[in-house]
C-alpha cells in the first residue's frame, strides 16, 4: 500500500462524502495501491449510519474506486488528534503498512494534481517528513496554514500589535504569511498534510491530550526534534470551507479546550516556568494593545473576554503533569 487517506468526521456526513469523493479522484495517479478510512468521531447523529450506507450503495452500483473506502466509528469523540490516531492505527501495524498517511479534513477538497505533488515532494526529499499544501477558502482567498512554533517572544509579537515590535520580531511571529513559493516551516494547519510512514515510526503519533488545537504544532516540533523538516508546498492547491465541524468561525468567545491545548503545548515542551513566562508576556502584550486602543479609539477584534479567561486558566490551581 502507498498511500492511506484519513477523513475524520464529525456530524458533517454529506460533506465528509464530497471530501473523500475529491481525495479519490485526485489518486487516480497512485499505482501502487490507495485506501481512505472515514472516522466517525462519535457524531451520535447518524453520521456513521449514513456514511456506512452510502459507501455501501457506490460499491454495489459498481463503483470500484469505493471499494477502498471504509468507514470506523469512535466509541468516544477524543477530538482530531485521536480521531486520526485511529486510522493510523488501523494500518500501521500491518503486515504492509503504507508508505505515506494523507490527512484531510471533512470540510477540505483537493485540486487536480495536488496530493501527487505532496507525494513527489517527500520522494525528493530524504528529509523531508510531512508536506502540506497551500490552502484556500470558497472565495478564492488564501487561509494562512504555514506558521513558526510559539514562543515567548512570538507572544509578545502577536499579542501588543505595535508595528515597531512587530518589526524588530518579525522573525518569531508565528503566522508565517502566504508563502509565494514551496519552502520549509516550523509546522502546518492539517487540512491537507502527507505524513510519511517512518515519521510516525520514529515520533509516535498524534498527543491525544489535545482536544483541537496545537495537536499539528506538537506533531511538527517532534518531527523537528527527530531531524524530520515539513514543507508547505505552493503547487499542492487545496479548496477549504473552513471550521464547519468545529464551529471556530462562530465563536463567541476562545473555549477551554483552546486554552488547555496552548497550556499543554509549552508545558510539555519547555516546561511549566516557559508557559507561564510566556503568558506572562502574552497578557502584559494585551494590556498594552487595549490600553492604546481604547486611548486612540481603535476597534478591536478580540474576542470576548479572552484576556480575563487567559488570566483565569493562567492562574487557576493547577498541577502541571510534566517536571518543572
Not at 485526485?26 to 478510512?37: M, R
Not at 522573525?171 to 509546522?187: E, F, Q
Amino acid at each position: 500500500m502507498e498511500i492511506s487517506v484519513i477523513i475524520v468526521n464529525y456530524k458533517t456526513p454529506a460533506m465528509t462524502l464530497d471530501a473523500a469523493s475529491s481525495a479519490i479522484e485526485q489518486l487516480q495517479f497512485e499505482t501502487n495501491g490507495w485506501n481512505i478510512v472515514i472516522v466517525d468521531n462519535f457524531s451520535d447523529d447518524g453520521s456513521f449510519e449514513l456514511l456506512s450506507n452510502s459507501i455501501q450503495d457506490k460499491q454495489l452500483e459498481g463503483d470500484s474506486a469505493w471499494s477502498n473506502v471504509s468507514v470506523i466509528s469512535s466509541s468516544v469523540n477524543g477530538g482530531f488528534g485521536a480521531g486520526n490516531n485511529i486510522g493510523f492505527n488501523r494500518f500501521l501495524n500491518a503486515d504492509n503498512p503504507p508508505k505515506y498517511y494523507y490527512i484531510l479534513n471533512s470540510d477540505a477538497f483537493p485540486e487536480p494534481d495536488s496530493i501527487q505533488k505532496l507525494k513527489n515532494y517527500l520522494e525528493e526529499n530524504e528529509s523531508a517528513g510531512i508536506a502540506g499544501s497551500y490552502i484556500f477558502g470558497e472565495d478564492g482567498n488564501s487561509h494562512v496554514t504555514a506558521f513558526r512554533f510559539p514562543t515567548i517572544l512570538g507572544e509578545l509579537e502577536g499579542s501588543i500589535r505595535l508595528g515597531l515590535i512587530s518589526k524588530l520580531l518579525h522573525k518569531y511571529s508565528v503566522p508565517m504569511g502566504i508563502p509565494d513559493k514551496t519552502r520549509t516551516v516550523d509546522w502546518l494547519a492539517g487540512a491537507s498534510m502527507l505524513i510519511k510512514h517512518r515519521v510516525l515510526e520514529e515520533v509516535g503519533l498524534f498527543d491525544e491530550n489535545y482536544f483541537l488545537y496545537f495537536e499539528e504544532t506538537d506533531l511538527c516540533f517532534r518531527a523537528k526534534k527527530h531531524g524530520w523538516s515539513t514543507v508547505y508546498v505552493r503547487d499542492s492547491k487545496v479548496k477549504h470551507i473552513g471550521s464547519v465541524s468545529t464551529g471556530r468561525n462562530s465563536w463567541g468567545r476562545v473555549p477551554g479546550y483552546w486554552l488547555d491545548s496552548r497550556r499543554h503545548f509549552f508545558i510539555k515542551n519547555h516546561g511549566y516556568p516557559y508557559y507561564f513566562l510566556a503568558t506572562i508576556t502574552r497578557i502584559f502584550g494585551e494590556l498594552v494593545w487595549r490600553i492604546r486602543a481604547r486611548i486612540q479609539r481603535k476597534e478591536t477584534e478580540d474576542l470576548h473576554g479572552f484576556l480575563n479567561d487567559l488570566c483565569r486558566h493562567t492562574f487557576s490551581v493547577y498541577k502541571p503533569k510534566y517536571p518543572i
